[in-house]
């Protein structure tokens, strides 16, 4: 699985007030090499890794036993270990930052805070990595990259910080640096499944599933305890359409780790690809009763609303909305996107008033000052793409041309966001249709990332109306090419295939 390890800029990794800490009596580095430096007369020091200071050893026991679990996407366990390290010494900045970018909302954001106040006095490495970690929850791409790259500068002889890069450059869609980074972090730690799952995904999110499968079936091996491993193997066999093999997969992850929520979450993708609809919501029933965290439990929410959308049970898919959005022990970050799922179902369902009322809502949100900064542009960014999409619809032109405006200057604020990036030129596609410019709108599609399957949808709708065959079977084959644990990915597929996403 890919969703967790996203958050994780981790360690020491899709967010002030206290006085800078004393250096800690104690600085020990990550993953027992013996000492952090070399001795008069000894053999040459090996690269330099990044220090975890900490004053307790059994602190720097759980917080490793944390790190573990976070790679292979066990968030919950992993915060358990980050909460007894954090008992045995409340200072351990780097644990702090680490829960931190476990925990959700503003909560998180604060945690982050809190340990980039306590670092001050940390070696530079370790406490260029907290401030990694701070700005990817505030959406600061640019910085996030630059403090990695000079991490895997400081310590070159330490996997995590290119695992960390290769994370962060994925995110971009730098492929190569991305392999690059990843390639390394394998090298430096052969026995950590965490790069190679990344290296998996990279070659996933391109395609390309037979290289996907084998970094996998190599993850696997690393790590055969793990239940991670077998749910992302499974995950690339259901990208390449081999769903019964994809499903036992995913049961061999939950034999491995039976609350293991996300595997029961994949055999649900399984079944709808195969033309299970109801097995497949009942296999989001069981994930959603083993999910620990409500914010999991609101990710399965997510994926029932999209699959009675996908089979365009509207009715069902907002009545599953309308429950989420009164979900107990959510913050306000988690229930942020709620408004654009309902503008987005409600312009599928061809109801343009009542989309456009539910985005009001989300920018308004977005507005608030009461999420965190980088949940706020997601949500802004993806409000903006729903209402292009209903003003081009209904062929306002003016109101179009101002939406994609408000998305160019989002994407020249994020020149690192990829998404931003490619969603910007989806708004000038949108807006040039608005006005009648099919041509000029295709050129705009073709610029958006490989990866944006909304917009290979709306270009192959506006090509197959402007009779371009081609354009339109290759937008097609674009949105197709996969079959992703997704939502986009059911209802995108569903829609371009003539009767179920099996066809």
């Known amino acids: 699985m890919d969703k967790a390890v996203r958050g994780v800029v981790c360690v020491h990794p899709n967010l002030r007030e206290e006085s800078a800490m004393k250096r800690l009596a104690l600085v020990v580095c990550v993953l027992s090499f013996p000492a952090c430096s070399s001795q008069p007369g000894s053999a040459p020091a090996a690269p330099a890794r990044i220090p975890v200071t900490t004053k307790s050893p059994d ?10 679990f976070f790679e292979n996407a066990r968030v919950a366990e992993g915060l358990e270990e980050l909460r007894q390290a954090l008992a045995l010494d409340p200072d351990f900045a780097t644990a702090r930052a680490l829960r931190g ?6 909560e998180g954001l604060k945690e982050l805070e809190a340990a980039l106040a306590a670092a ?9 990595v907290i401030e990694a970690n701070l700005a990817q929850r505030r959406g600061d791409q640019a910085t996030l990259a630059a403090r990695l790259q000079r991490v895997t500068e400081l310590a070159p002889g330490d996997y995590l910080g290119f695992l960390l890069l290769g994370q962060e450059m994925l995110t971009e869609q730098k492929y190569a640096e991305a392999q690059q980074a990843l390639k390394k972090a394998t090298e430096l730690n052969p026995s950590n499944g965490g790069a190679q799952n990344q290296l998996g995904y990279a070659s996933l999110r391109q395609g ?7 970094a ?18 499974a995950e690339a066999l259901l990208a390449a359409g081999r769903f019964e093999e994809a499903e036992s997969a995913f ?3 939950i034999e491995l780790a039976p609350q293991f929520w996300p595997a029961q979450q994949g055999i649900a993708y399984a079944k709808f690809y195969s033309g299970d609809w109801a097995g497949g919501r009942a296999a989001l029933t069981k994930a959603r009763d083993i999910a620990p965290r409500p914010i999991d439990k609101l990710s399965v929410d997510a994926d029932l609303a999209s699959a009675f959308a996908a089979q365009r049970d509207f009715a069902q898919a907002l009545k599953v909305l309308d429950a989420m959005e009164k979900a107990s022990g959510l913050g306000a970050d988690e229930v942020a996107f709620l408004p654009v799922l309902r503008g987005l179902t409600q312009m599928d369902a061809g109801r343009p008033r009542e989309s456009l009322a539910a985005i009001r809502s989300a920018l308004a949100v977005a507005d608030s000052g009461t999420i965190t900064p980088g949940v706020a542009g997601n949500v802004r960014r993806n409000a903006l793409r729903v209402r292009v999409t209903v003003e081009a619809l209904q062929a306002d032109a003016a109101a179009a041309a101002k939406t994609s405006a408000e998305l160019d200057a989002l994407a020249t604020a994020q020149p690192n966001n990829a998404d931003a990036q490619s969603v910007m030129h989806y708004g000038r596609a949108m807006a040039a249709l608005a006005k009648g410019d099919t041509a000029a709108g295709l050129l705009q599609f073709d610029r958006c ?6 917009c290979a949808w709306q270009k192959a709708i506006a090509a197959g109306k402007a009779g371009n065959k081609t354009a339109a079977a290759a937008a097609r084959d674009q949105a197709l090419r996969i079959y992703g644990r997704d939502t986009a990915s059911l209802v995108v597929r569903s829609r371009l295939t003539a009767t179920s996403p099996a066809s």
């Open 208 to 214: 390309d599933t037979a290289a996907a499968i084998a």
């Open 59 to 68: 602190a720097l026991a759980h917080y490793q036993k944390g790190v573990a």
């Open 449 to 454: 990332s490989r990866e944006d399957q909304i």
């Open 251 to 253: 049961a061999k992850a």
């Open 120 to 128: 001050a006095n940390l070696p530079e490495a370790e406490r260029l």
């Open 216 to 233: 996998f079936e190599q993850y696997a091996r690393i790590q055969p305890q793990e239940a991670n491993a077998q749910d992302s193997l």
């Open 101 to 106: 970018v476990g925990t959700p909302g503003p």
